[in-house]
Nanobody, 116 residues
Framework: QVSLVESGGGLVQPGGSLRLSCAASGLLFSTYDVNWYRQAPGKDREFVAR????????VYDDSVKGRFTISRDNAKNTAYLQLNNLQIRDTAVYFC?????????WGQGTQVTVSA
């Protein structure tokens, strides 16, 4: 049974930082690309960042470029999203997604709230 579990969310002030983790089990993690998405209240889920299976290619949405960093440790079956210089507009539930061709798995999400 495949499981993706996000953690690391919380409440932070503007300009603060958080590190999100996505722990995977039940799949050959090293063969999957990993994406992070987010969904703010009343809005559609939106793409944040992607890392390929080897961990050497990353893609970011323009809204987070230069502030967020995606990474992975295939030995630990875990992906990360470092969030720096957080802004109020970054408030959302952040979801981890593992993707390989027609195989597509999601975690339950972790809440990130940025508030003064």
């Amino acid at each position: 049974q495949v499981s993706l579990v996000e953690s690391g969310g919380g409440l932070v002030q503007p300009g603060g930082s958080l590190r999100l983790s996505c722990a995977a089990s039940g799949l050959l993690f090293s063969t999957y690309d990993v994406n992070w998405y987010r969904q703010a209240p009343g809005k559609d889920r939106e793409f944040v960042a992607r890392i390929n299976s080897a961990g050497d290619i990353t893609v970011y949405d323009d809204s987070v470029k230069g502030r967020f960093t995606i990474s992975r440790d295939n030995a630990k079956n875990t992906a990360y999203l470092q969030l720096n210089n957080l802004q109020i507009r970054d408030t959302a539930v952040y979801f981890c997604n593992a993707w390989l061709a027609r195989l597509d798995y999601w975690g339950q999400g972790t809440q990130v709230t940025v508030s003064a």
